[in-house]
Antibody, heavy 119, light 108 residues
Framework: EVQLVESGGGLVQPGGSLRLSCAASGFTFSSYEMNWVRQAPGKGLEWVSYISSSGSTIYYADSVKGRFTISRDNAKNSLYLQMNSLRAEDTAVYYC????????????WGQGTMVTVSS | SYELTQPPSVSVSPGQTARITCSGDALPKQYAYWYQQKPGQAPVLVIYKDSERPSGIPERFSGSSSGTTVTLTISGVQAEDEADYYCQSADSSGTSRVFGGGTKLTVL
């Protein structure tokens, strides 16, 4: 079964750091581009970051540029999001999403992990 | 930054046709995608590349494009279609993905 499972969310103080992980299974992870998408409570979806299959190309939303770092370990079938200098507005459910090679759509999503930034 | 604009809500009676629009300046150059999200669940792709339907998505879901506006059409709406719908595309450079604000579809 094709699956993405996020972990690492939790409660963190403003200015703190957190590292999210996304474990992939059921497909050849190293062949796919990946993304992080977040959703604040009661709000819409917001794309956060993209990484190519090899990790050589990376893009960020302006709202997280300079604070978040996306990375991947193809040997471990895992995607990561290092989040530093966290703010209250970063509070959200964070989803990892696979980029389909043919459709360029986010075709597979994880169940999400909740990040709460609060003192 | 680039934005996609959707109506906040659309309401239809069962069996009627629902149309949800999404507007953005780069849509003539970039494909649009539509996702359905039900409460407490991850989004599900329902339309890709403006008008293509993934396998497993009912035929009542269709997409179209005209200039700077794309439209998701749900024909013969069913109660189970009640959800939030998001359009998604990219900016003109293709480096930034963007979602519309979402449209809550209510089946009366």
């Amino acid at each position: 079964e094709v699956q993405l499972v996020e972990s690492g969310g939790g409660l963190v103080q403003p200015g703190g750091s957190l590292r999210l992980s996304c474990a992939a299974s059921g497909f050849t992870f190293s062949s796919y581009e990946m993304n992080w998408v977040r959703q604040a409570p009661g709000k819409g979806l917001e794309w956060v970051s993209y990484i190519s299959s090899s990790g050589s190309t990376i893009y960020y939303a302006d709202s997280v540029k300079g604070r978040f770092t996306i990375s991947r370990d193809n040997a471990k079938n895992s995607l990561y999001l290092q989040m530093n200098s966290l703010r209250a507005e970063d509070t959200a459910v964070y989803y990892c999403a696979r980029d389909d090679r043919i459709t360029d759509a986010f075709d597979i999503w994880g169940q999400g992990t909740m990040v709460t930034v609060s003192s | 930054s680039y934005e996609l604009t959707q109506p906040p809500s659309v309401s239809v009676s069962p069996g009627q046709t629902a149309r949800i629009t999404c507007s953005g300046d780069a849509l003539p150059k970039q494909y649009a995608y539509w996702y359905q999200q039900k409460p407490g669940q991850a989004p599900v792709l329902v339309i890709y590349k403006d008008s293509e339907r993934p396998s497993g998505i009912p035929e009542r879901f269709s997409g179209s494009s005209s200039g700077t506006t794309v439209t998701l059409t749900i024909s013969g709406v069913q109660a189970e279609d009640e959800a939030d719908y998001y359009c998604q595309s990219a900016d003109s450079s293709g480096t930034s993905r963007v979602f519309g604000g979402g449209t809550k579809l209510t089946v009366l």
